[in-house]
C-alpha cells in the first residue's frame, strides 16, 4: 500500500523551516527517506525503525510514530541546496522491498 | 567507484520492440531491484531479487522480466514495448534487505515507446 505524503509541494524562502509528512494505513517496521534533485537518481537521507526514534543529518531530522504510522522529516534554515522532491518508502515487516510515496516537490528561493 | 551503473541513459523505442535494460554493481550487494519512475507517481517497484539465481515480483511486473545469474548483474528485459511503457527506470541495490538496506541507486535509463 503506497504511503501517503502531504504536502505535495512547498515553496520556501532560504532560511525558512518545512516538515514533510508521510503516513500509511497499515503497520509500518520502517520509514526510509529520499532526496532526489532534478534529472538525477534518488539519495538516501536515513532510516526510522519502529520505536519513535529521530534521527538527523546535518539541519535534516525525522521522527516516527508506529502508533500512528506516521513519519515526518523536519528541514531547517533550509538552504539552495534542499530543493528536490522528497520520497519517503515504507516496509510492514523487515523483510519486503520499500514502497514509496508520490513525492513531495521542494524548492527553496533565494 | 562506479557503484550501480546503468545502461542505456536514453532510448526510443518504437512499439512491439524488445528491448534489455542493463545493470550491474560493484559493491556485492545480494539485493538489487528495478524501480520505474512516472512523473508525480513515485517510485514503483518492478522486480527484485535477493540473490543470484531468485527473483521476485514487485508492484508493477507485467511487460517485464529479469533474470539474476551474477550477483553483479540484474538486467530488466522489456518485450513487445508498449506506451504505457514510457518512463524512467531505476536500478538499485542495498547489501541487506528491509529496515538496514540503504538503496543505492544508478542514474536511471529514459525509455520512451513511440
Known amino acids: 500500500q503506497q504511503p501517503v505524503q502531504s504536502p505535495q509541494a512547498v515553496i520556501l524562502r532560504e532560511g525558512e523551516d518545512a516538515v514533510i509528512n508521510c503516513s500509511s494505513s497499515k503497520a509500518l517496521y520502517s520509514v526510509h527517506w529520499y532526496r532526489q534533485k532534478h534529472g538525477e537518481a534518488p539519495v538516501f537521507l536515513m532510516i526510522?525503525?519502529?520505536?519513535?526514534e529521530q534521527k538527523g543529518h546535518e539541519k535534516i531530522s525525522a521522527s516516527f510514530n508506529e502508533k500512528k504510522q506516521q513519519s515526518s522529516l523536519y528541514l531547517t534554515a533550509s538552504q539552495l541546496s534542499y530543493s528536490g522532491t522528497y520520497f519517503c518508502g515504507t516496509e510492514k515487516d523487515g523483510n519486503t522491498p520499500l514502497v514509496f510515496g508520490k513525492g513531495t516537490r521542494l524548492s527553496v528561493i533565494a | 567507484n562506479a557503484g550501480v551503473t546503468q545502461t542505456p541513459k536514453f532510448r526510443i523505442l518504437k512499439i512491439g520492440q524488445s528491448m534489455t535494460l542493463q545493470c550491474t554493481q560493484d559493491m556485492n550487494h545480494n539485493y538489487m531491484y528495478w524501480y520505474r519512475q512516472d512523473p508525480g507517481m513515485g517510485l514503483k517497484l518492478i522486480y527484485y531479487s535477493v540473490g543470484a539465481g531468485i527473483t521476485d515480483k514487485g508492484e508493477v511486473p507485467n511487460g517485464y522480466n529479469v533474470s539474476r545469474s551474477t550477483t553483479e548483474d540484474f538486467p530488466l528485459r522489456l518485450e513487445l514495448a508498449a506506451p504505457s511503457q514510457t518512463s524512467v527506470y531505476f536500478c538499485?541495490?542495498?547489501?541487506?534487505?528491509?529496515?538496514?538496506?540503504?538503496?543505492?541507486f544508478g542514474e536511471g535509463s529514459r525509455l520512451t515507446v513511440l
Open positions: 526510522l525503525l519502529k520505536g519513535g
Open positions: 538499485a541495490s542495498s547489501q541487506t534487505g528491509g529496515a538496514t538496506g540503504e538503496l543505492f
